[in-house]
């Protein structure tokens, strides 16, 4: 069994040890809770954006369960001015344990310390294991056969991750040991004694691949030497090769045999793989579920031999969808997050039998688990009990965002699951905790903060002096101060009977199923084999001398340190993890809210770019800032050493003025998104173009925002002034990406860069060298002549424009826009027996506020008025826009707020010579359809005015049923027509099942 181990979850979210929350200071600032000024101030950068970003969070159904028991922490390290993090305890001979954390001081970087912890709580001062700083990984930590502690982290050297370790004596001296690995990046280890009292490290391994795809993570294990010169590590074994990521090692020893499990990338989903250590000894498959992401793995050995296994199991049947949830064909099925405990022995791989209303094998007592999992740990007690220490996500039922992850027992009985108790004043970050057995009990520890208790974001101001100084010298600007961050330990006595009694081993188990269901949802879709999609091979795009190749990725991904999410979506290092693996990304930007992040959780995100690094995958810097009535936009810089600006205290009216100011042109990009959406409506005007060079036209979480009426419009894209082909005609020089911004969708960023290397991808990001698809592996490519797409361009003959694609499936729609608007098109009826019209309600600022109540009724004599928006508002001095009997209607109250102007719209279908009745009081006017598309409708209110905007939507003739019958397509026009003076173009390609790409548009100057 596994007394006396540290039995880390291996997690890489461990690894954010790193970085973790800020430093600890004593004499800390007062628990700030909200106040009347906190809520006024939402809708900015630390609310995520009027109360609405959280609809990405991909929320989770809280289960009905009985309330965790309370579970008094007995121990509790903190102050001093580090933040602690990545707890790991061994049991020491004295009835005591070792703790050993990552600790992290602001301006400095990182440490390791070890110190005692006696059995009445008593904590010793620590041991420093580290000398100077350095980017460090989260420990490991076990006893040698001599009773000695062993400490085992990665370590950043150069320009890549090495494994150390130290040596602690009984004395407290430490010995230091040289590098254990070179070459490669290795990192995540984790180690245990062997029967004959070896220790044995497991850890992750970068192995370069024999094709295009450059390799991949592999679980490396080997035994640790040591003599009087020291201590080096044996011959290394490969036990986890998979063609995608094997991560999360864990090592733990039943009887005589020490085993290996990792999670491994197979297919189309992640597996937990047993490898036992013995000769000859078969590779086994525990969770062995296609339907399910299986992560994080955790061993322990049980007294009668048998292993035990517990992790995370996450069900999303639409991750890597495109299509938003909340549009027609929106891809809805299981969504739900288990820890998961199985058992292995003689007899084969069998379950804990379930409890009512869950799965079998899963652990019954938590409320609710995020996209993280639980990250589960696990020992066995000497009457064969597993214990499953892991996170659970704890949401405050107000409205200010607070939340956290407190940890939870369980431990298991003849009679089932035990009730689950939470160890008090535990919520912080979801990363793994610690678990060892000591004399017989239960420890347990896990890193906290106060991130539950703080009500509002709008707290910087409590800083300590320490983190201000460090922030001014930075040219940081903080909105948000979460620390102090401290390790929480708990000791639990498990009874000595429960129930019946007896050994868990004769709780109602049952044997494993082995399903093998649906593949998870693919972001190619059904073409997950196609090269251009795995990487295999990668489309190449010439001009003369010069190569450029084409990399897919994400430029918008939140993790759970963005508080409008509430705690439900991973920690960063999954987001790589499943980067690499799910969506095939080539390049990530975490670019989680800049007003939710204070220092140490800005640390820990640049600090991993460096981690996270690969020939296969290039991190980007990034955050995202919000503003209330500037929109909201993601910040992007060529390195770490970047500046975080919050907009907290910038005048909100002038935000993104400021904001584009305050960066270095030459190594910072801001990007719009949501630029339509009425509550997030970008203003163009104050896009500085030296560093707004791109537009994000398209989200896997909300839709396109490239026009009104366009395909897969956001139900959001509503603000006229806001929609991409806004700023196509208004000549604002940008390019087009799309993105996946919150949630588990995927989207992508197609950048022609000459290399993967950082500055190579940023300059042709400022080159606008891009173009914006739905699945990884569409390609469409426009030229003017022969500039690229994003480039400008001099035209003395007609310009000639070519467009060549290559899709995944035939081709349905190809359409070609001139100054936004649709000039050529294919696979598509030209002209619609009935107009499909878009109708929207302005009102000037100048008419505000209004001195009577606006009522306008809307009816056509032939055809159908739908109001797909309508708000149906029961406070009536709000503005409502709602169907009634034979028509819509529009009502503006003259006290109505004068901030929300947009997004009060209809949709007409009807023929052109149809007639529309507007009725506003006893006036009453009639125009045809035709003329309302050509003129528009102004009406009047005493000395205020009020206008009826109608724009055909251009994709109603989109013909489904139809198409080119063909998957590549290269196709020439010449433009004759083309009047002297500024023009553009840019095109956009449908394939048979709904997935699209855009290009960026050229700009063209005819002579």
């Known amino acids: 069994m596994s007394v006396g181990l540290h039995r880390r979850s291996p997690r890489r979210r461990a690894r954010a040890a790193l970085l973790l929350l800020p430093p600890l200071l004593l004499g800390v600032a007062p628990l700030l809770l909200p106040s009347a000024q906190d809520e006024g101030a939402r809708g900015r950068d630390g609310d995520g954006g009027g109360g609405g970003e959280g609809d990405g969070a991909d929320d989770l159904e809280a289960r009905d369960v009985p309330p965790p028991q309370p579970w008094p922490a007995f121990a509790r390290v903190e102050g001093g001015d580090r933040e602690r993090s990545a707890p790991c305890l061994v049991a020491s001979a004295d009835g005591g344990a070792w703790l050993v954390a990552h600790e992290w001081r602001a301006g400095e970087g990182d440490y390791l310390a070890a110190r005692r912890v006696a059995a009445d709580g008593r904590a010793e001062p620590p041991i420093e294991l580290t000398a100077a700083p350095a980017l460090r990984g989260a420990p490991c930590a076990a006893l040698d056969r001599g009773g000695r502690l062993h400490v085992f982290w990665s370590e950043l050297e150069g320009d890549g991750a090495r494994l150390r370790g130290a040596r602690v004596d009984a004395a407290g001296e430490v010995t230091a040991f040289a590098p254990l690995t070179a070459g490669a990046a290795a990192r995540d280890p984790d180690v245990a004694r062997a029967a004959d009292g070896t220790l044995w490290l497991a850890w992750e391994q970068w192995v370069a691949g024999s094709d295009a795809r450059g390799g991949s993570f592999d679980v490396h294990v080997a035994p640790l030497l040591e003599d009087e ?30 085993f290996v499990a990792w999670s491994s990338f197979v297919e189309r989903d992640y597996e937990v793989l047993l490898q036992p250590l013995v000769e000859g000894a078969p590779l086994e498959s525990i969770s062995a579920e296609s339907a399910a992401d299986d992560l994080h793995p955790a061993l322990a050995g049980a007294p009668d031999g048998a292993l035990w296994i517990a992790w995370d199991r996450l069900v999303d049947s639409a991750r890597g969808s495109s299509l938003p949830r909340d549009q027609p064909g929106g891809r809805r099925g299981e969504q739900s997050v288990h820890v998961r405990v199985a058992r292995r022995d003689g007899a084969g791989v069998t379950l804990p039998a379930a409890a009512p209303g869950w799965i079998d094998g899963a652990l019954p007592g938590a409320p609710l688990l995020g996209w993280g999992g639980g990250a589960p740990k696990l020992v066995v007690d000497a009457a064969g009990r597993p214990c499953v220490a892991y996170r659970y996500v704890l949401q405050s039922k107000s409205r200010d965002r607070r939340s956290g992850s407190p940890l939870l027992l369980q431990w298991l009985e003849a009679g089932g699951w035990s009730a689950a108790h939470e160890l008090a004043a535990s919520a912080g970050l979801g990363e793994c905790g610690a678990l060892a057995l000591v004399d017989g009990a239960v420890w347990a520890a896990a890193q906290a903060d106060r991130r539950f208790q703080i009500g509002s974001l709008w707290n910087g101001a409590a800083m300590p002096a320490l983190q201000k100084t460090v922030a001014k010298q930075r040219g940081d600007e903080y909105a948000t101060w979460i620390g102090p961050s401290a390790i929480a330990v708990g000791r639990m006595e498990l009874p000595a009977r429960v129930g019946e009694g007896g050994a868990a081993a004769t709780a109602p188990r049952v044997a494993r199923e082995v399903r093998r269901s649906t593949p998870h949802f693919h972001p190619a879709g059904e073409r997950a084999d196609d090269p251009y999609v795995t990487g295999a091979s990668r489309h190449v795009v010439a001009r003369g001398e010069q190569r450029f190749t084409v ?10 340190l963005s508080r409008c999410s509430r705690g439900i979506e991973p920690l960063p ?27 140490g959780a800005w640390a820990r995100l ?18 995202e800032c919000s503003s209330r ?73 909300r839709g396109s925002f490239e026009f009104d009426g366009c395909w897969r419009q956001s139900s959001r894209a509503l603000a006229n002034g806001g929609f991409a082909v806004d700023a196509v005609r208004e000549q604002r020089g940008v390019g087009f990406v799309a993105s996946s911004d919150h949630g588990s969708g995927a989207a992508y960023a197609g950048v022609l860069a000459e290399s993967l290397a950082p500055d190579a991808l940023f300059a042709a990001l400022r080159a606008r060298r891009t173009f914006a698809a739905t699945a990884r592996g569409l390609f469409v490519e426009l030229r003017v002549d022969d500039a690229l797409m994003g480039e400008s361009v001099r035209c003395a003959a007609p310009p000639r424009v070519r467009l060549v694609t290559r899709m995944l499936q035939p081709i349905q729609d190809v359409l070609l826009l001139r100054d936004g608007r649709p000039w050529r098109r294919l696979g598509r009826e030209r002209e619609p027996a009935q107009a499909d019209v878009a109708l929207e309600f302005v009102i000037p600022q100048r008419s505000l506020p209004l001195r009577a109540d606006l009522v306008v009724r809307l009816e056509v004599d032939a055809g159908r008025l739908v109001a797909p928006g309508a708000r149906r508002i029961s406070d009536p ?33 009807a023929p052109r010579e149809a007639v529309v009745t507007v009725t506003q009081g006893t006036q009453v006017s009639r125009i045809a359809v035709a003329k309302l598309l050509a003129e528009g409708f102004t009406g009047r209110l005493r000395d205020s005015t009020w206008q009826l905007i109608a724009h055909e939507r251009h994709d109603t003739a989109v013909a489904e049923q139809k198409g080119l019958g063909v998957a590549e397509l290269v196709q020439e026009w010449v433009d004759d027509e083309v009047a002297p003076g500024p023009t553009s173009y840019y095109a956009r390609v449908i394939q048979a099942d709904g997935e699209t790409a855009w290009t960026s548009p050229i700009w063209v100057t005819r002579e």
């Open 573 to 599: 290092e999954d987001r790589y993890a499943f980067a690499r693996d799910v969506y095939g990304d080539d390049f990530l930007a975490i670019t989680d809210h800049a007003g939710h992040l204070d220092p």
């Open 551 to 560: 990399w897919y990725g994400d430029l918008h991904r939140h993790t759970s």
């Open 629 to 701: 009535s500037q929109g909201h936009v993601n910040v992007l810089f060529a390195d770490a050493n970047a500046p975080l600006l919050s907009l907290a205290s910038q005048d909100d009216a002038n935000a993104l003025r400021w904001l584009c100011a305050q960066l270095p042109p030459e190594r910072a990009l801001v990007i719009p998104h949501t630029s339509a959406d009425p509550g997030r409506k970008v203003d163009f005007r104050q896009c500085d173009p030296r560093v707004t060079p791109l537009l994000e036209i398209y989200q896997s979480l």
């Open 877 to 909: 001095s709000q503005p409502s826009l709602a169907p009634i009997e034979g028509g819509v209607e529009f009502r503006w109250p003259k006290a109505a707020f004068a901030g929300d102007r947009d997004g009060y719209r209809l949709r007409l279908r």
């Open 606 to 623: 640049t600090r991993l770019l460096a981690f996270e690094r690969t020939e296969t995958l290039l991190p980007l810097c990034g955050y």
């Open 229 to 258: 010169s020291g201590a080096r590590l044996g011959p290394a074994r490969a036990v986890g090769t998979s063609r995608g990521s094997d991560l999360d090692p864990a090592l733990a020893r039943a009887g005589e045999t020490l």
